[in-house]
């Protein structure tokens, strides 16, 4: 049922990007994924190839998109991602295996992800709306949140993160989104030209 609602989203999300967007649609190739992602790793030191190809091939939809829909993959992922983590720092609260220490950095990091998750839907609406500079700013929004809450654990000694994983996830799923966002103004021209992206 999870599956067939996440195809049913990308099919709709495909649909609305061809007919309901201005955006000018890009070549259709079978290696726009990796061309993307390698075009990314080799803007960024800490751009990871091997995850963005791995997230990206994994969707089915990833392979008849264009750019734009790469983008609103990568972001469809990092709300996915934020959606479970969510769940899972709740499950980590429920349990009664942490210190006190540790339940306030979760506690914290709930709230970073709760937060995020409307931050990401209003990157979605401004990327669909070609405010690239917007969505840019939101989606960088999200990255920081993994940060943050990987170092709220950090600030006692000895303090291992449970979330290191989940957060590193995120971080990489909206690295591609911002990647791809950045790179639009360059794919297209003058017509994003006004967007200090």
Same mark, same amino acid.
């Given at each position: ?17 061809? $007919?309901?967007? $201005? ?8 290696? #726009? ?14 751009? +990871?190839? +091997? ?11 990833? $392979?008849?998109?264009? @750019? =734009?829909? @790469? ?21 980590? @609260? ?36 070609? =405010? ?30 449970? #979330? ?6 995120? %971080? ?19 017509? %994003?030209? =006004?967007?200090?992206?």
């Amino acid at each position: 049922m999870w599956l067939q609602g996440r195809c049913s989203f990308f099919f709709v999300l495909f649909f609305f990007l061809l $007919h309901g967007t $201005h955006f000018p649609v890009t070549a259709l190739y079978g290696d #726009l994924i990796n061309a993307t992602c390698k075009q990314c790793a080799d803007l960024s030191v800490v751009f +990871n190839y +091997n995850f963005c190809s791995a997230s990206l091939q994994e969707i089915p939809i990833s $392979h008849v998109t264009n @750019l =734009q829909g @790469l983008a609103l993959v990568a972001m469809e992922l990092a709300l996915e991602n934020v959606t479970a983590t969510i769940s899972t720092i709740q499950n980590m @609260l429920d349990s009664g295996r942490f210190d006190p220490f540790a339940v306030g950095c979760l506690k914290d990091c709930l709230e970073l992800y709760a937060d995020s998750s409307q931050v990401l839907l209003n990157a979605i609406v401004a990327f669909l709306s070609e =405010q690239l500079d917007a969505a840019n700013v939101l989606v960088s929004a999200v990255m920081e949140t993994t940060v943050t809450c990987e170092e709220g654990f950090r600030e006692k000694e000895g303090e291992v993160s449970p #979330l290191t994983e989940e957060n590193e996830s995120l %971080f990489q799923l909206s690295d591609i989104a911002l990647c791809i966002i950045k790179l639009l103004p360059v794919a297209f021209g003058s017509k %994003f030209d =006004q967007l200090n992206v």
